[in-house]
């Protein structure tokens, strides 16, 4: 089994769910009944720097939301599958659109819909408040939380074993 830094040294792509690792999973309604969702600054910041260093983002959740289509939109994220009941389809057409092999793809989940994608994919991650049955199949376990910088974790720890971080850092140290 390779070392964690070397898987993610081969990634091409980040995959996300959504509520549970952007967002802290928590739901939110409005006074008429509209679903409100909290996502991080610096995990937006983090996507847009893994985007802007050749590693593009997906996200796949079983739930359609228009604020989540606007805060992708947002951040430009251009390969988006919300509101799919099986997951694997669209990591499986995902996959084959943009050419990639498992050990390319880094997946971050958190609940069982999405053991099949963090079981298949080359590197794995979940977040601390994860259930144990996810926490014991993935190679990482972010020390940040859900919806509060864990997703930014993940992209610098990327861009590290990729040896671009320090570049990342130097661009905006002028």
Known sequence: MLPLREKAKAIRLLILDVDGVLTSGELYYGPDGEHLKCFHVQDGLGMQLLQKNGIPIAVISSKASGMVSYRLTYLGIQHVYLGQDNKLLAYLELKKK??????????????????????????????????????????????????????????????????LYQH???SYDL
């Open 168 to 170: 990342v850092i130097e």
């Open 98 to 163: 943009l050419q990639l092999d498992d050990e390319e793809i880094a997946y971050m989940g958190d609940d069982l819909p999405d053991l099949p994608l963090l079981r298949r994919a080359g590197l794995s991650i979940t977040v601390p408040q994860a259930p144990e049955s996810i926490r014991k199949r993935v190679d990482m376990i972010t020390v940040r939380e859900a919806g509060k910088g864990a997703v930014r974790e993940v992209c610098e720890f990327i861009l590290t074993a990729k040896e």
